[in-house]
């Protein structure tokens, strides 16, 4: 009987993983959910501003917001981005959107595993899906010299990078990335889709989209849904010199954006240096996340820039049983990665928690282990990174690659904090 009471075949339904409101809804009023699943920031609104967001909910919900075209401007003041390079939209799903309607005209070249968006939505519209797939044992690790020769190989008129990846985490240094944009400037379109980028303590501007906004054929794409921690409220932006912005921006409505967008728009300027605190906290959890997590005997735990981590579990183990189990028995939602392209059950994405949550998690899955899987008991920690592929021992560790690669593609770079807003 599960302990929570929740219908864990709501679980089963689609393609995508249940929505929270889903599992909420399963749940019944007063349950407590931890979301392993959606991968937001758990620092940011801070609590003051989600009090000043409450007072405000009346007028925000009642009135129309201000045209999209005025929200932009805004935000490329805030940001201190030039407004004709900037178009904003109800997340960036919706650009992925108008960039496969109005940008990819025959093929598109992306690496997977990755957001699923970026395979489904061109092939929903007839486009050729070029897919470079990762490899495991590189430890999911895009290398952009063969993701070229592969673009050339195949012929594709548009590709994409996400960076930092989805669900792997892994980083590209933005030199690497400048020169990707180079040595593809004769396709009809470039995409860095930068989702994910802030979370990121790799180097102090990891962000091309300066880069992308003086070339011919680039685009950098940004969620705010993530940054912020506000996936709800649907909001992203696209970076790309203005002959491109202008483009996608013409096609939108005139109200896309709502008056939450608008407000939260209007107050991150006040906010920056909780903004900024709240992903050095989130640099922070990934460190002590990495480590908890490789606790686990036989977990793989992939390195991360994200605010996520991928990791392949041990082998007797089952995706969807274990996170029917977390589900189920702890309250805590998990997103098995069985229905990514490029990805199987046995491999989890798990979003950086504080650590309470992530005790409660870690918890779970050893509990899981030992009631299905008898291994008698687990490892010390550093005897078990002892054994892992992609672990020597943490004290190696520097600040935010939790399992440094065989060989690795440190730098001395991976030190300061970026800037809040690029
Ligand atoms: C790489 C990547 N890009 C874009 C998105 C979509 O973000 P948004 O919520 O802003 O539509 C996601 C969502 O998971 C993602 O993983």
Redesign the pocket.
Known sequence: MARTGIDTSILHKGAHSASYFDLARAAGEGAEIVDFC??CNPYFPTPEMFDELSRDLKSILKYYPSDSASITKKLASVLGLHPQTVAMA???????TWIDHLLIKESVAIPIP??G??TDQPMETGKRVDMFPLQERDGFRLDLEEYVQFIRERKSRVAVV?N????DGHYIPRRDVIRFMDALSDLDLVVV?E??IDFSDAERYPSVGPDAVIRPNAVV??????NFGL?GI???YMLANPAISGKIAKMLPKWNLNSLAEKVVHMISDHEMEYEESLRLLSRDRRSMGRELNRIQGLTVFPSQGNFFLVKLPNEWSGVALRDYLVANHGIMTRECGNKLGMTSQFMRLVVRPAADVDRLVDGMMEYGQRFHSRGGYDDPMEAAGNRRWAESYEDQQADSIVPYPGGQRTGEYTARRAAVS
């Open positions: 959606i991968p109800n997340g960036s799903t919706e650009l992925i990755t957001f968006r970026w996400c930092v990846n989805n669900p889709d989702s994910f794409l940004k969620s705010l849904g993530k996936h649907r909001f992203g």
